[in-house]
């Protein structure tokens, strides 16, 4: 799993932002969003497998028009576990949103309107995995290896969230 296995690098290495409390904190997040929202964890971190996928093309698109440093501004600047909507449009037109809320709609089962509530929290979350491998002192500098693998510049596609919530929840509950 090589997403996850960039996060754990990032926990373990001192000269990036991740850390144990960082993971806590996104898993702590996303079990209250099941718990506010009454539905199963597992339908939640589907949730965010789609919505990363979708927050994943728009990044790359991004990256592609304007460079790394653009991504990784934008993931520094809206990662968090609060409900933030301009991270959502910086990242998606309201047309989009609603597809996005729709697309992962089809795939959960949960109702498009409940996501799309949701979107302010999610995306945060999302982003604030992908800061985990910022440097630490100088977080616009680049080489965030997370971000990297996230992005996934080989285009194997091995890429996604839930696994990495799903894995980094069991690592830190041990």
Same mark, same amino acid.
């Given at each position: 799993?090589?997403?996850?296995?960039? %996060?754990?690098?990032?926990?373990?290495?001192?000269?990036?932002?991740?850390?144990?409390?960082?993971?806590?904190? #996104?898993? $702590? &997040?996303?079990?209250?969003?099941?718990?506010? !929202?009454?539905?199963?964890?597992? &339908?939640?971190?589907?949730?965010?497998?789609? @919505?990363?996928?979708?927050?994943?093309? +728009?990044?790359?698109?991004?990256?592609? !028009?304007?460079?790394?440093?653009?991504?990784?501004?934008?993931?520094?600047?809206? +990662?968090? $576990?609060?409900?933030?909507? =301009?991270?959502?449009?910086?990242?998606?037109?309201?047309?989009?949103?609603?597809?996005?809320?729709?697309? +992962? +709609?089809?795939?959960?089962?949960?109702?498009?309107? !409940? #996501? =799309?509530?949701?979107?302010?929290?999610?995306?945060?979350?999302?982003?604030?995995?992908?800061?985990?491998?910022?440097?630490?002192?100088?977080?616009?500098?680049?080489?965030?290896? @997370?971000?990297?693998?996230?992005?996934?510049?080989?285009?194997?596609?091995?890429?996604? #969230?839930?696994?990495? #919530?799903?894995?980094?929840?069991?690592? %830190?509950?041990?």
């Amino acid at each position: 799993m090589g997403l996850f296995d960039q %996060i754990l690098g990032a926990v373990a290495n001192p000269n990036q932002q991740g850390s144990l409390g960082q993971l806590g904190s #996104i898993i $702590n &997040t996303v079990d209250q969003l099941s718990n506010s !929202t009454g539905t199963d964890p597992s &339908t939640i971190q589907s949730v965010l497998s789609v @919505v990363g996928g979708q927050v994943r093309s +728009a990044l790359q698109q991004k990256q592609a !028009t304007e460079g790394n440093e653009a991504a990784q501004t934008l993931v520094n600047q809206y +990662a968090g $576990n609060s409900p933030n909507p =301009q991270a959502v449009n910086s990242l998606f037109s309201p047309n989009i949103q609603q597809q996005v809320a729709d697309f +992962a +709609a089809q795939r959960t089962g949960l109702n498009a309107g !409940t #996501i =799309q509530q949701l979107l302010p929290l999610l995306v945060p979350i999302v982003l604030n995995f992908l800061k985990s491998g910022a440097n630490a002192q100088n977080p616009q500098s680049g080489g965030n290896s @997370v971000l990297n693998s996230f992005l996934d510049a080989d285009g194997d596609g091995d890429v996604d #969230i839930a696994d990495a #919530i799903q894995l980094a929840s069991r690592h %830190i509950r041990r």
